[in-house]
T-cell receptor, first 115, second 116 residues
Framework: AQKITQTQPGMFVQEKEAVTLDCTYD???????LFWYKQPSSGEMIFLIYQGSYDEQNATEGRYSLNFQKARKSANLVISASQLGDSAMYFCAMRESYSASKIIFGSGTRLSIRP | EPEVTQTPSHQVTQMGQEVILRCVPISNHLYFYWYRQILGQKVEFLVS????????KSEIFDDQFSVERPDGSNFTLKIRSTKLEDSAMYFC??????????????FGPGTRLLVL
């Protein structure tokens, strides 16, 4: 079974609009971390935002926020006031438990911002 | 802001040749990782490294792969005898501490390896 599922392979959004990128995850661990990374066309992986499984409030970092719904096992990324520079591939990822060191990535969503 | 650096940015090699990919993690970080991303696919974990030994590795990380921290700053991934299917972007990452799922791994810009 997929640990991280991103159901939107591609999205087009008008500049200045808000956009939500979907992510669901599957784990039996009680303690885990959820991450979003951005990969522009140049290829690097840029950390955007983190949400811990025990965090009661949704994480926010500037224009990025994470809509964390634990019971539904979803961790959607919300980008407010999108900009042309937001065009990139976005990966949802999870790190399970205290024993695992690896991050498991989803297949990504390619976001394109229209001017 | 401190960052992970990787060299070279691109590497082209012949099948069967050995390659060494180099990384300089963030200076006060203790945990180091290698991931790879085959073109158009998801990022896959290869190996994690702490205190001069491998702490976790994936099925991909077979005997042709090895990692080393030869000095206080560099972290290397060696592929002994490259295959066509090793062509991928290889990312190095580092984190400050491994205690807990909350520790963020910061990625380098990647080395794009092409095996001919």
């Amino acid at each position: 079974a997929q640990k991280i599922t991103q159901t939107q392979p591609g999205m087009f959004v008008q500049e200045k609009e808000a956009v939500t990128l979907d992510c669901t995850y599957d784990t039996s661990d009680q303690s885990y971390g959820l991450f979003w990374y951005k990969q522009p066309s140049s290829g690097e992986m840029i950390f955007l935002i983190y949400q811990g499984s025990y965090d009661e409030q949704n994480a926010t970092e500037g224009r990025y926020s994470l809509n964390f719904q634990k019971a539904r096992k979803s961790a959607n990324l919300v980008i407010s006031a999108s900009q042309l520079g937001d065009s990139a591939m976005y990966f949802c990822a999870m790190r399970e438990s205290y024993s695992a060191s690896k991050i498991i990535f989803g297949s990504g969503t390619r976001l394109s911002i229209r001017p | 802001e401190p960052e992970v650096t990787q060299t070279p940015s691109h590497q082209v090699t012949q099948m069967g040749q050995e390659v060494i990919l180099r990384c300089v993690p963030i200076s006060n970080h203790l945990y180091f990782y290698w991931y790879r991303q085959i073109l158009g696919q998801k990022v896959e974990f290869l190996v994690s490294f702490y205190n001069n030994e491998i702490s976790e590795k994936s099925e991909i990380f077979d005997d042709q792969f090895s990692v080393e921290r030869p000095d206080g700053s560099n972290f290397t991934l060696k592929i002994r005898s490259t295959k066509l299917e090793d062509s991928a972007m290889y990312f190095c990452a580092s984190s400050g501490r491994d205690r807990g799922p909350e520790e963020t791994q910061y990625f380098g810009p990647g080395t794009r390896l092409l095996v001919l």
